[in-house]
C-alpha cells in the first residue's frame, strides 16, 4: 500500500509538488481538504485538477487504518482498535477530559522496553509506526466526532500509547509537527505531551528541539532496586542517568516536567519510598510534578496488584508535606480494558482461541 498522505507535513508536501510538476500553492488546498474538510478519498477534492487527483492517487492513501473495535465507556473513554495495512493491530483511546478531548495514540506495535507491569510490553517490537499512521489515528477519532455532528474537536494529545516514542523519534517529532501545524489540526504544542520510559539521550535531544511540548518521565520507583525489577531500561540509564537528563532539560527549557508513578501493592508504595522519591525531586521540585497513578491490573503479570487507599493517600500526604507538587491520578474507562494495551491484547488472545478451536 502507497504511503498515507498524513505523513506529510505541509512543507514536504510543496517539495512533492514541485518534485511533480505542480505549483506550490496546491499544498494550501490539499491541506485544507485534509485537516479542514476532513475528505476520505482524493476524488473529493473538488478545485484541483484530475491530472494532480490521479498523481496523488498513484502515490499516497489518505487513511492508512481499519476500524475493528471501537468501545465506549460509561465515563466517555473511546477505545479504538485499528488493523494497519500490514494486518497488525494498534489501539489509540478518546479521553474526555475537563480540559478538552484528549487523544492517546500508539507509536509502535509491541514494545522492545518490556516493562514488568504493562500489557503493551508483552508483544516485542514488531515495527515502528510511521508519522502517517500516528497522524491517522487522530484523524480517525476526529471522524468519530465529526460524525456525530456536534462540532467536537480532538484538543489534545498525549503520546502514551503502545510503544516507546524515544525509540521511534523521527517518526514522532515527524506527527507532532504535522498536527501542530496553525493551518492543520493546529494542536498546540503545549497540549501535546510525551511520556518515555527514560531513554537518557533522547531526553536531551528532545529538550534541544525547542518545542513547547509537555514531556512526562514513567520513573514508577525512587531508587535502582526496584526500578530495575519494573524496568528493564533501567539497567541501560539507571536513576542517577536519567535525573541528569533530566536536570539538562529543565535547565535548557524551564518546562515543568510529570512524573508518573504506578503505585504497586508493597512493590513502591511504602512510606519511605515516598520520602525516597521526595529526595530525588528535592532539588527540581519547582518544575516537578508527580503523578501518582493506579494500576490496571493485566492478567500475565499477576505478581502485582493495586496499593491500597489509605497507602496511597499516605504516599501522598510525604510528598506534599515535603513540598512536591502531585496529584492522585484519576482512572478513565476501567470497564473497557483501558491500559494501554489490554485491549489488543484480548483481541489476538480472542483470535487465537478461536483458531485453536477450529
Ligand atoms: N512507553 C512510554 C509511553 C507509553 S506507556 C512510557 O512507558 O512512558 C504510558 C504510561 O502507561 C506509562 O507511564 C506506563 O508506565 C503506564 N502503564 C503501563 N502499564 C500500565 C498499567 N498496567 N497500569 C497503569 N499504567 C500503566
Ligand atoms: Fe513499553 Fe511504556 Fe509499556 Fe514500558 S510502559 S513496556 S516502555 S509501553
Same mark, same amino acid.
Given at each position: 500500500?502507497?504511503?498515507?498522505?498524513?505523513?506529510?507535513?505541509?512543507?514536504?508536501?510543496?517539495?512533492?509538488?514541485?518534485?511533480?510538476?505542480?505549483?506550490?500553492?496546491?499544498?494550501?488546498?490539499?491541506?485544507?481538504?485534509?485537516?479542514?474538510?476532513? &475528505?476520505?478519498? +482524493?476524488?473529493?477534492?473538488? #478545485?484541483? !485538477? /484530475?491530472? =494532480?487527483?490521479?498523481?496523488?492517487?498513484?502515490?499516497? *492513501?489518505?487513511?492508512?487504518?481499519?476500524?475493528?473495535?471501537?468501545?465506549?465507556?460509561?465515563?466517555?473513554?473511546?477505545?479504538?482498535?485499528?488493523?494497519?495495512?500490514?494486518?497488525?493491530?494498534?489501539?489509540?483511546?478518546?479521553?474526555?477530559?475537563?480540559?478538552?478531548?484528549?487523544?492517546?495514540?500508539?507509536?509502535?506495535?509491541?514494545?522492545?522496553?518490556?516493562?514488568?507491569?504493562?500489557?503493551?510490553?508483552?508483544?516485542?517490537?514488531?515495527?515502528?509506526?510511521?508519522?502517517?499512521?500516528?497522524?491517522?489515528?487522530?484523524?480517525?477519532?476526529?471522524?468519530?466526532?465529526?460524525?456525530?455532528?456536534?462540532?467536537?474537536?480532538?484538543?489534545?494529545?498525549?503520546?502514551?500509547?503502545?510503544?516507546?516514542?524515544?525509540?521511534?523519534?523521527?517518526? &514522532?517529532?515527524? +506527527?507532532?509537527?504535522?498536527? #501542530?501545524? !496553525? /493551518?492543520? =489540526?493546529?494542536?498546540?504544542?503545549?497540549?501535546?505531551? *510525551?511520556?518515555?520510559?527514560?531513554?537518557?539521550?533522547?531526553?536531551?535531544?528532545?529538550?534541544?528541539?525547542?518545542?513547547?511540548?509537555?514531556?512526562?518521565?514513567?520513573?514508577?520507583?525512587?531508587?535502582?532496586?526496584?526500578?530495575?525489577?519494573?524496568?528493564?531500561?533501567?539497567?541501560?540509564?539507571?536513576?542517577?542517568?536519567?535525573?541528569?537528563?533530566?536536570?539538562?532539560?529543565?535547565?535548557?527549557?524551564?518546562?515543568?516536567?510529570?512524573?508518573?508513578?504506578?503505585?504497586?501493592?508493597?512493590?513502591?508504595?511504602?512510606?519511605?519510598?515516598?520520602?525516597?522519591?521526595?529526595?530525588?525531586?528535592?532539588?527540581?521540585?519547582?518544575?516537578?510534578?508527580?503523578?501518582?497513578?493506579?494500576?490496571?491490573?493485566?492478567?500475565?503479570?499477576?505478581?502485582?496488584?493495586?496499593?491500597?487507599?489509605?497507602?496511597?493517600?499516605?504516599?501522598?500526604?510525604?510528598?506534599?508535606?515535603?513540598?512536591?507538587?502531585? *496529584?492522585?491520578?484519576?482512572?478513565?474507562?476501567?470497564?473497557?480494558?483501558?491500559?494501554?494495551?489490554?485491549?489488543?491484547?484480548?483481541?489476538?488472545?480472542?483470535?487465537?482461541?478461536?483458531?485453536?478451536?477450529?
Amino acid at each position: 500500500m502507497n504511503p498515507s498522505i498524513y505523513g506529510l507535513t505541509k512543507a514536504d508536501l510543496e517539495a512533492w509538488l514541485l518534485d511533480h510538476q505542480e505549483k506550490k500553492f496546491r499544498a494550501t488546498q490539499v491541506w485544507e481538504w485534509l485537516y479542514e474538510k476532513r &475528505v476520505q478519498s +482524493f476524488g473529493e477534492m473538488t #478545485n484541483l !485538477a /484530475k491530472s =494532480l487527483i490521479e498523481k496523488l492517487e498513484a502515490n499516497f *492513501v489518505i487513511n492508512p487504518l481499519k476500524q475493528i473495535v471501537v468501545q465506549e465507556a460509561k465515563d466517555g473513554t473511546v477505545k479504538y482498535l485499528f488493523e494497519l495495512p500490514d494486518k497488525m493491530m494498534i489501539e489509540t483511546v478518546l479521553m474526555r477530559q475537563e480540559y478538552g478531548m484528549s487523544v492517546c495514540v500508539t507509536t509502535q506495535v509491541g514494545c522492545n522496553i518490556g516493562c514488568t507491569f504493562c500489557a503493551s510490553g508483552l508483544l516485542r517490537k514488531q515495527r515502528d509506526l510511521t508519522a502517517g499512521e500516528i497522524t491517522a489515528q487522530i484523524m480517525l477519532v476526529q471522524r468519530y466526532f465529526d460524525e456525530k455532528g456536534q462540532g467536537e474537536r480532538v484538543s489534545h494529545v498525549v503520546v502514551m500509547g503502545i510503544g516507546e516514542p524515544f525509540d521511534n523519534y523521527d517518526n &514522532v517529532m515527524q +506527527f507532532i509537527h504535522i498536527i #501542530n501545524d !496553525a /493551518k492543520g =489540526l493546529a494542536i498546540g504544542a503545549r497540549h501535546i505531551t *510525551v511520556s518515555t520510559s527514560g531513554l537518557a539521550r533522547k531526553i536531551r535531544q528532545f529538550a534541544d528541539n525547542g518545542l513547547q511540548v509537555n514531556l512526562a518521565i514513567s520513573l514508577h520507583a525512587p531508587n535502582n532496586e526496584v526500578r530495575s525489577s519494573m524496568m528493564r531500561i533501567n539497567k541501560s540509564y539507571p536513576i542517577e542517568e536519567l535525573m541528569d537528563a533530566v536536570a539538562f532539560y529543565l535547565e535548557k527549557t524551564n518546562r515543568r516536567i510529570t512524573f508518573e508513578y504506578i503505585m504497586l501493592h508493597e512493590v513502591n508504595d511504602r512510606p519511605e519510598h515516598a520520602h525516597q522519591l521526595a529526595e530525588l525531586l528535592q532539588d527540581k521540585k519547582k518544575l516537578a510534578y508527580v503523578n501518582l497513578i493506579p494500576y490496571n491490573p493485566v492478567s500475565e503479570h499477576d505478581q502485582y496488584s493495586r496499593s491500597d487507599k489509605a497507602d496511597v493517600l499516605k504516599f501522598y500526604d510525604i510528598l506534599k508535606k515535603r513540598g512536591i507538587n502531585c *496529584v492522585i491520578r484519576k482512572e478513565h474507562g476501567t470497564d473497557i480494558d483501558a491500559a494501554c494495551g489490554q485491549l489488543r491484547s484480548k483481541q489476538l488472545k480472542k483470535a487465537k482461541s478461536k483458531r485453536n478451536a477450529s
